[in-house]
């Protein structure tokens, strides 16, 4: 049971029974209307069997979802062109201002529609469905995605909506390209691009830190090569030379292998530096050390 229908100067959002009335006296059109899609002060407008898909390798192939199944994945970051499965016919007196379901903007679809649909407008509605999450949403045929409003006006305009999408109920070459660029980078190419960028410039940045320990190395080797073959003081830096200890491989040995044990990894030159020991008791020492398996390889 409801009310009394409004009277004919009656403004303001319409209901379901005054959409039915409409419908049924065919002052609005709506082709395909299913009361199931009849909401209290709504409509739901459903996916229609066309879609063209921006990010596919064919953007401007219309895939049918009749052949697919019923379904079509929308991928990461990309994007597809729908149309609704009924068209409408606006009487001079209502407009429709309508939107994407609450339950698709939950799963970070994002609709690109207008404002409202105009006093004398026939045809479908076109909208671009954007997916801005790194995964992929399941989209399928005759699933409800648009909910539309009737606004009944105060008076009748002047003029009525004579545009160009008037009369369209498919997706044209003009249509299409108003509604997506097919040229260029789109969402899907830019996250991939952007994920190859991160991974080679990791890439880069553990080359760079290998290179630095190289140099390091190269650097500690250098020097203790100079020490070794002609005596040569040690780094700009240090205050006085220190007369190195002379004690037995065994000795050296244990004092390395205990150092090792206090610091981990060390060079040559720490060794010989920390323990006051001459570089080539420092070398034969650890030679020994590392073929008995108790430190590895210093540097």
Not at 81 to 102: D, Y
Request: charged share 25%; hydrophobic share 35%.
């Amino acid at each position: 049971m409801h009310t009394a229908a409004a009277p004919s100067d009656y403004s303001g959002i319409l209901v379901d029974h005054q959409i039915r009335q409409l419908v049924k006296s065919k002052e609005l059109k709506i082709s395909n209307f299913s009361e199931k899609c009849l909401e209290p002060a709504s409509y739901d407008l459903r996916i229609d069997n066309i879609i063209y898909s921006p990010s596919s390798p064919n953007p401007e192939r219309p895939i049918n979802l009749k052949e697919t199944g019923g379904m079509f994945r929308i991928p990461a970051y990309g994007s597809a062109v729908l149309q609704t499965m009924e068209s409408l016919e606006m009487p001079a007196t209502i407009i429709g201002r309508f939107g994407l379901k609450s339950g698709f903007a939950r799963k970070g679809l994002l609709a690109s529609t207008g404002p409202q649909v105009d006093p004398g407008f026939k045809g479908k509605l076109f909208v671009t469905l954007w997916n801005f999450t790194p995964a992929s949403h399941i989209l399928e045929y005759e699933d409800t995605f648009l909910s539309i409003e009737f606004h009944r006006l105060r008076e009748t305009p002047d003029k009525t909506y004579n545009g160009p999408y008037q009369g369209r109920t498919d997706i044209n070459k003009e249509i299409l390209d108003d509604m997506v660029r097919l040229e260029g980078v789109n969402l899907a190419q830019m996250q991939s691009q952007f994920t190859d960028f991160t991974r080679h410039f990791t890439e880069w940045s553990d080359l760079a830190k290998r290179i630095d320990h190289f140099l390091v190395s190269m650097d500690r080797h250098t020097e203790a090569i100079l020490k070794l073959t002609d005596g040569s003081p040690s780094p700009a830096g240090d205050n006085a030379m220190i007369e190195a200890r002379n004690i037995s491989i065994a000795e050296a040995k244990q004092e390395i292998a205990d150092l090792f044990r206090k610091r981990g990894t060390l060079y040559y030159s720490d060794i010989a530096s920390v323990l006051h020991l001459p570089y080539a008791t420092v070398i034969s020492a650890c030679a020994e050390l590392q073929k008995e398996g108790l430190i590895e390889g210093a540097s």
